[in-house]
T-cell receptor
């Protein structure tokens, strides 16, 4: 099992550009989520999904879109990148609900100039 | 929000000593989880304790939960340099605090 994979590992964008951060898991987990982590801080929930075709907003959803067409994939799209979106992004998955053990990907470090 | 808040923000100890960090939360929970994050890496799940449990052990880790005080503690016994990391608690809605940064000096 590869677990939770994220691509790319690093990305630099210019303000206004759009891009998609990829996340995939091979554990057949229903629950997937995206977080951002700013320096010296904890993780903040952006969006989450409880299953294919179902997504919902977390704590800081503005400026981000998600979709869940398959159980395995949960891409995060930045619509028009802003410097405030410079952060490290983590994807996570778990069996069932968020109440269970979360498995995290290695993260994507994004810089917006 | 049921966000967990860890205390202290930073902790520095010598190898072999015990490390205790605390987590407080605001509303009723079904369970509470502790995670470790090594610098620049993703979080790794350490232990989950359910609301009807008071104490749980996993190797050198001991977690307690006091639902009446809405608090939990994580004890790492006989610490090692490899335990150097940030430690986070999370409640049901998976909202994290800023964490406790633990440094274990060899």
């Amino acid at each position: 099992n590869a677990g939770v994979t994220q691509t790319p590992k690093f990305q630099v964008l210019k303000t206004g550009q759009s891009m998609t951060l990829q996340c995939a898991q091979d554990m057949n987990h229903e629950y997937m989520s995206w977080y951002r982590q700013d320096p010296g801080m904890g993780l903040r929930l952006i969006h989450y999904s409880v299953g294919a075709g179902i997504t919902d907003q977390g704590e800081v959803p503005n400026g981000y879109n998600v979709s869940r067409s398959t159980t395995e994939d949960f891409p995060l799209r930045l619509l028009s990148a802003a410097p405030s979106q410079t952060s490290v992004y983590f994807c996570a998955s778990s069996y069932g609900t968020s109440w269970n053990e979360q498995f995290f990907g290695p993260g994507t470090r994004l810089t917006v100039l | 929000s049921q966000q967990g808040e860890e205390d202290p923000q930073a902790l520095s100890i010598q190898e072999g000593e015990n490390a205790t960090m605390n987590c407080s939360y605001k509303t009723s929970i079904n369970n509470l989880q502790w995670y470790r994050q090594n610098s620049g890496r993703g979080l790794v799940h350490l232990i989950l304790i359910r609301s009807n449990e008071r104490e749980k052990h996993s190797g050198r880790l001991r977690v307690t939960l006091d639902t009446s005080k809405k608090s939990s503690s994580l004890l790492i016994t006989a610490s090692r340099a490899a335990d150097t990391a940030s430690y986070f608690c999370a409640t049901d809605d998976m909202r994290f605090g800023a964490g406790t940064r633990l440094t274990v000096k060899p």
